[in-house]
C-alpha cells in the first residue's frame, strides 16, 4: 500500500519548522522557502483549508521579525566596541596626541584601524542585507540633485582610486533631472558598483561613470569598467548574499559578496532595476534607471 503524499499545508508546516529550528539560513534560502511556503498555503487555502493557514502565516511573520530583531539587536552591540577601538586608534595615530610612536608602533596601529574600518564596513552592510531581507528599511527621500551624491562618492572613491591605480572618468553633466531620493542610499549603490568596476578591474584599467537625461525625467546612470568581465552564468547569480566569482583577481581582494545584493536592494525600493552586460576578460556595465521630478 502507497504512502499518502502529505498535502500543501503539512508540507507548509514542515517548512515553518524547519525554518524554526534552524540558528541561521542563508538569505537566498530564506527566500526560497518563503516563496515555496505561500504557494503552500494559497493551494491550501484553494482546498479549503482556511484557519490553519492563517495562523501558519502569522507564525512565519513572528519567526521573520524574531530573526531581524535579533540581527538587529547584534548589529547594535558589535558596533559599541568597534567605536571605542576606532577612537583610541585614531587618537594614538596622530602626531602628538600621545607622544611619539617608533615605527613599528605606528605600523600596529595603522594595521588596527585598516581592519577597524573593514569590519565597521562589514557590519553596515550586514544590518543593511538584514533590513532589505526583512522589508525593513524605509527609504527617507528628499529633493537632491545627482550631482551632490557623486560629490560623495568620489570622495569615497578616491582612496580606491589611488590604491588601485585605475583611471576613472566621472561624466556628470548639467541638466540631469532633479531627484526626490534617498541620497545616503542611492550614493551606497553607486559607491558598491564603483568599488567592483575598481577592484575588478587591473591597475590602469579605465572606468568611466555616466549619467545622463532621457525621454520623460528619467535620469540614466552607468558604470563601464574594462575588467575580468563575468560569464553567462555568473551573471546569473548577481544578487546572491556572499557570492563571489572564482576569478585570481576576486580572490585575491578582500570581501564578502554584499556591495551588489545591496545596491539591487535599494535599487528595489527604488522602483528600480540593476542591469548588467558583461563580456569575460573584456569588461562590464551595471546600469540603472530612476524616475526623477523635473
Given at each position: 500500500m502507497s504512502e499518502q503524499t502529505?498535502?500543501?499545508?503539512?508540507?507548509?508546516?514542515?517548512?515553518?519548522?524547519?525554518?524554526?529550528?534552524?540558528?541561521?539560513?542563508?538569505?537566498?534560502?530564506?527566500?526560497?522557502?518563503?516563496?515555496?511556503?505561500?504557494e503552500l498555503l494559497r493551494k491550501a487555502a484553494s482546498n479549503?483549508?482556511?484557519?490553519?493557514?492563517?495562523?501558519?502565516?502569522?507564525?512565519?511573520?513572528?519567526?521573520?521579525?524574531s530573526t531581524a530583531s535579533f540581527n538587529s539587536m547584534m548589529v547594535h552591540e558589535i558596533r559599541k566596541p568597534m567605536t571605542s577601538i576606532r577612537g583610541y586608534a585614531d587618537m594614538l595615530a596622530k602626531p602628538g596626541m600621545i607622544g611619539p610612536l617608533n615605527e613599528m608602533q605606528q605600523q600596529f596601529i595603522d594595521t588596527i584601524r585598516t581592519n577597524v574600518i573593514r569590519m565597521e564596513g562589514l557590519v553596515s552592510d550586514i544590518s543593511d542585507i538584514g533590513k532589505l531581507n526583512a522589508g525593513r528599511y524605509k527609504l527617507d527621500n528628499k529633493m537632491t540633485t545627482f550631482g551632490q551624491i557623486v560629490?560623495?562618492?568620489?570622495?569615497?572613491?578616491?582612496?580606491?582610486?589611488?590604491?588601485?591605480?585605475?583611471?576613472?572618468?566621472?561624466?556628470?553633466?548639467?541638466?540631469?533631472?532633479?531627484?526626490?531620493?534617498?541620497?545616503?542610499?542611492?550614493a551606497k549603490v553607486i559607491f558598491n558598483l564603483v568599488k567592483n568596476a575598481i577592484q575588478y578591474t587591473p591597475k590602469g584599467g579605465n572606468i568611466t561613470v555616466k549619467a545622463e537625461r532621457r525621454e520623460g525625467n528619467v535620469l540614466y546612470v552607468s558604470i563601464t569598467d574594462t575588467g575580468?568581465?563575468?560569464?553567462?552564468?555568473?551573471?546569473?547569480?548577481?544578487?546572491?548574499?556572499?557570492?563571489?566569482?572564482d576569478h585570481e583577481l576576486v580572490t585575491s581582494q578582500k570581501g564578502y559578496g554584499l556591495g551588489v545584493p545591496i545596491a539591487m536592494g535599494f535599487l528595489k525600493l527604488m522602483d528600480s532595476k540593476l542591469n548588467c552586460e558583461?563580456?569575460?576578460?573584456?569588461?562590464?556595465?551595471?546600469?540603472?534607471?530612476?524616475?526623477?521630478?523635473?
Amino acid at each position: 500500500m502507497s504512502e499518502q503524499t502529505p498535502g500543501p499545508l503539512h508540507q507548509a508546516q514542515q517548512l515553518v519548522a524547519d525554518l524554526q529550528k534552524a540558528t541561521s539560513v542563508d538569505p537566498n534560502d530564506l527566500k526560497s522557502k518563503l516563496t515555496q511556503i505561500n504557494e503552500l498555503l494559497r493551494k491550501a487555502a484553494s482546498n479549503g483549508e482556511g484557519a490553519e493557514p492563517d495562523t501558519l502565516r502569522k507564525q512565519l511573520t513572528e519567526h521573520v521579525d524574531s530573526t531581524a530583531s535579533f540581527n538587529s539587536m547584534m548589529v547594535h552591540e558589535i558596533r559599541k566596541p568597534m567605536t571605542s577601538i576606532r577612537g583610541y586608534a585614531d587618537m594614538l595615530a596622530k602626531p602628538g596626541m600621545i607622544g611619539p610612536l617608533n615605527e613599528m608602533q605606528q605600523q600596529f596601529i595603522d594595521t588596527i584601524r585598516t581592519n577597524v574600518i573593514r569590519m565597521e564596513g562589514l557590519v553596515s552592510d550586514i544590518s543593511d542585507i538584514g533590513k532589505l531581507n526583512a522589508g525593513r528599511y524605509k527609504l527617507d527621500n528628499k529633493m537632491t540633485t545627482f550631482g551632490q551624491i557623486v560629490m560623495e562618492v568620489q570622495k569615497l572613491a578616491e582612496p580606491l582610486i589611488t590604491e588601485f591605480q585605475q583611471n576613472v572618468t566621472w561624466d556628470v553633466p548639467q541638466g540631469l533631472p532633479i531627484l526626490n531620493a534617498d541620497s545616503k542610499q542611492l550614493a551606497k549603490v553607486i559607491f558598491n558598483l564603483v568599488k567592483n568596476a575598481i577592484q575588478y578591474t587591473p591597475k590602469g584599467g579605465n572606468i568611466t561613470v555616466k549619467a545622463e537625461r532621457r525621454e520623460g525625467n528619467v535620469l540614466y546612470v552607468s558604470i563601464t569598467d574594462t575588467g575580468i568581465g563575468m560569464k553567462p552564468e555568473e551573471i546569473g547569480r548577481l544578487g546572491e548574499v556572499f557570492y563571489r566569482a572564482d576569478h585570481e583577481l576576486v580572490t585575491s581582494q578582500k570581501g564578502y559578496g554584499l556591495g551588489v545584493p545591496i545596491a539591487m536592494g535599494f535599487l528595489k525600493l527604488m522602483d528600480s532595476k540593476l542591469n548588467c552586460e558583461s563580456t569575460p576578460e573584456k569588461g562590464s556595465t551595471f546600469s540603472f534607471s530612476i524616475v526623477g521630478i523635473g
